[in-house]
Structures are given as structure tokens and as C-alpha cells.
């Protein structure tokens, strides 16, 4: 259990919905922001952290696991010590997202909103700008489950939470998500094709149903 608190819904909410603040690379504080998600990922269950979760907020993001099989056995609890340390330990500065392709759905989970469990719906495909902790400028195509992990942190850094736009919200405990998503896994809708176009093709075809 690590010492470092993430910030919740339940103790300031407001200042998650916050949008962080572009990262200064002569900032002397940026090696010790980094320092801090390192250990606090290293130590927590997570997927993933933006920092303003850990009360920096300075558009950064700390990608820790996208390994879709991983997290199926996390779910299952089939999960080797090997695997559960598994750390991609990938930093993201001041990251902007060119274009989204595709469409998948995932029902997410977020340190900083409890037991708030929504389904979500996500591009497949994204490609990233973003600098290293060098200051190297990468342009970079993210695909499955990394995508949808690498949005939600990236939603964070505008102050979106995922229960803002999820479809459905539930209120589940961690080991209930964990039975839930072996029944309701991480699903592609379209690999291709305009997000935006997407996601309006989708909430029409909900729409019907309902009616």
C-alpha cells in the first residue's frame, strides 16, 4: 500500500475537474512528479495514472499496464507475481491526440471515483503526440485495449471523469467488478472508421432500442 493518497471524488471532487497545466521542461519539480506516479503506480492495483490524480496537475500520464491478458487474469484471479508486477512504466508529457479510429466499449474502473463503474465507449485506434521524460518529441499510434486505457488518463488531464460520459454507471465493489468483467469484457465494435461517425451510428442505434 503506497503512502502517496490519490485524490478522490469524495475528498475534492473540483479539483479533479480541473484542466492541468502543459509541463514546463525547465520546471525543477518535473523529475519529482514523475518520481511520485513511478512509486505510487509501482505499489496500487492500476492501469494506469494522470497526474493531477495524485495532486499535480500538469498534463502528464503514467501507463502502467495495457496488456489485455494481464488484466483478464486480474480478473480471474489466474494472475502470476511476475505478471502482477508487470509495469510498463511509460510517462507521457504534455500529450495530444491527432485523430481516433474504430470503436470499442469497456466497463471502467477509476482510483479517484471509488466504486462508480460505467461502461464507456472509446476509439480503437488513437495517434498521440507527446514528449518523452527527455523532452524528445514521439508521434505514436496507441490500438485496443491501450487506447482505451491511454483516453481515460487523457480524459483526466481535461477534468472528464469516466462516469461524465459513461452509458451506464453502476456502484460496485473492486472484487464484484472482477466477476462482472469476466462476463462483460473489453469488446470491439470497428477497428476503422471516423469516431465521431461512430459513436452518433451507436447512440442511434441505443436510442431505438429504448424506444
Known amino acids: 500500500m503506497s503512502d502517496i493518497k490519490v485524490v478522490t471524488i469524495a475528498d475534492n471532487e473540483e479539483y479533479l475537474r480541473q484542466v492541468s497545466l502543459p509541463v514546463d521542461f525547465n520546471d ?32 502528464i500520464i503514467y501507463l502502467k499496464n495495457t496488456n489485455l491478458d494481464i488484466v483478464n487474469k486480474i480478473q480471474d484471479d489466474s494472475v502470476s507475481l511476475e505478471e502482477k508486477n508487470y509495469n510498463e512504466a511509460r510517462v507521457l508529457i504534455n500529450p495530444v491526440i491527432i485523430s481516433r479510429e474504430g470503436l470499442t466499449d469497456y466497463w471502467e474502473a477509476c ?13 480503437y485506434k488513437i ?26 488518463e487523457y480524459d483526466h488531464l481535461d477534468g472528464i471523469l469516466h462516469m461524465d460520459i459513461a452509458d451506464e454507471v453502476f456502484v460496485m465493489k473492486a472484487e464484484d467488478r472482477k466477476k462482472f468483467r469476466l462476463e462483460h469484457g473489453y469488446n470491439i465494435v470497428s477497428k476503422t472508421g471516423d469516431y465521431e461517425e461512430l459513436m452518433k451510428n451507436s447512440e442511434k442505434t441505443k436510442n431505438k432500442a429504448k424506444s
Open 28 to 59: 525543477k519539480s518535473l523529475k519529482k512528479d514523475i518520481a511520485v506516479l513511478d512509486k505510487y503506480c509501482k505499489e496500487e492495483e492500476v492501469l494506469a495514472m494522470a497526474a493531477v490524480q495524485l495532486g499535480i496537475p500538469k498534463r
Open 111 to 123: 482510483a479517484s471515483c471509488l466504486d462508480n463503474f460505467g461502461h464507456v465507449r472509446r476509439p
Open 127 to 152: 495517434m498521440l503526440e507527446y514528449f518523452d521524460i527527455d523532452g524528445n518529441k514521439h508521434r505514436e499510434i496507441f490500438e485496443g485495449f491501450e487506447a482505451t486505457v491511454l483516453s481515460h
